[in-house]
């Protein structure tokens, strides 16, 4: 497909979608206004104004997140207020309180009304959406990937565009694994500006993967070293967002060895700080075992740099010796829920304990990496 590009007009930080003289009448209750304000990255405001010949005794607010998920599900507001005749009424979304939303998420929204008479009123949906108005967005489309970005020129965005889509080809040469449904990606111009876009960021937060709304977050500099950083960086979440579309279900999700791992093996060769964990880690006989790295890894760094360097070695082993097809039959077993043993064992014929054993059998010291 034709890569587009498109510029768009400035946003501002505060939207509002609001139809003046709304009005929607069912039995005595009518409604006057029905608006939402968002101001991102912090909060949605939603307000609405009715009257009715009787008392208004019931509002509550219901809505939907677009994402990927297995079943929409409707979260409802009972909003507390004074019964009247004439009601103006409003319920801010902090997201200090939900976690927030990653730009680009869009929600439906309609309100329920209730009076002393037993008349009720279900307000035509609507929808927010929740964007970064901060900046000028620019885009550039190519294939199921979309991508946003602010700072630097045409040929920049290009790529880093082209970076996601080799990432995208490499994936599913090596895996089998390839997208299922669209995704966006945001270009921030430095890990400030997109910590900003975040609720409650770490410090050391430079791109993050949003995997049940397909969106990459990251931030990227013009400069050379920064752009050959966030090629890696791009294909490494992008990866995260292939792998959990590939597997979604409801009952099981994948080891984190499994799910980093494929992460940093689609990035390319390990850098020195991880082959240096791993050679000092296998020399002084202290290699975590493949079923201690099931867990979320260890805020410890030196901890946390030799899991993914042996959650990268463990992927590329499988890989080199078993062959793409047996990676994506693995994947598409843990897509149907199996256990991490049981999946294992289907397809390799070995469990976890089984694959420590013959991964690390196969070591050299020297030769690691």
Do not use: C
Not at 50 to 71: C, K, S
Not at 82 to 105: E, H, L, N, V
């Amino acid at each position: 497909m034709k890569k587009k590009i498109i510029s768009i007009a400035a946003i501002t930080l505060l939207m509002i979608l609001f139809i003046p003289n709304a009005v929607h009448a069912v039995g005595g209750i009518t409604v006057t206004s029905d608006s939402a304000a968002v101001s991102f990255p912090d909060s949605i405001a939603f307000n609405i104004s009715a009257q009715d010949g009787a008392n208004i005794n019931d509002i509550r607010l219901h809505y939907t997140v677009e994402r990927i998920d297995f079943a929409k599900i409707t979260s409802e507001i009972y909003i507390s207020f004074t019964p009247a005749a004439s009601i103006k009424q409003q319920y801010t979304m902090d997201m200090r309180q939900t976690g927030g939303f990653p730009p680009g998420t869009n929600l439906d929204y309609w309100w329920t009304l209730t009076d002393a008479s037993g008349g009720s009123l279900a307000t035509t949906p609507k929808v927010v959406h929740f964007n970064d108005g901060r900046y000028n967005w620019k885009t550039s489309q190519k294939g199921m990937v979309t991508l946003y970005w602010y700072q630097g020129d045409a040929s920049f965005a290009g790529e880093l565009m082209d970076a996601t889509q080799q990432a995208l080809g490499r994936l599913s040469d090596n895996t089998g694994a390839e997208l299922k449904k669209d995704v966006t990606i945001y270009i921030y111009a430095n890990a400030t500006d997109l910590q900003g876009s975040m609720i409650f960021p770490q410090d050391w937060t430079g791109g993050v993967a949003f995997t049940e709304y397909g969106v990459i977050a990251i931030g990227i500099a013009t400069d050379a070293a920064s752009l050959s950083w966030g090629k890696g960086a791009i294909s490494h979440e992008l990866t995260h967002l292939v792998v959990h579309q590939v597997t979604l279900n409801p009952y099981n999700g994948l080891p984190t060895w499994l799910d980093e791992g494929l992460a940093m093996y689609s990035e390319g060769p390990l850098d020195a700080s991880f082959t240096s964990a791993l050679y000092a880690a296998e020399k002084n006989n202290t290699l975590i075992s493949i079923r201690s790295l099931t867990s979320p890894f260890s805020a410890d760094a030196n901890l946390s740099i030799l899991s993914y360097a042996e959650s990268d070695e463990v992927v590329s082993y499988l890989i080199s010796h078993y062959g793409r097809d047996k990676m994506l039959e693995l994947l598409n077993i843990f897509g149907q829920g199996s256990g991490y043993d049981d999946a294992l064992k289907t397809v390799y014929g070995f469990d976890m304990d089984g694959l420590n054993t013959e991964w690390q059998a196969q070591l050299l010291v020297g030769t690691v990496g």
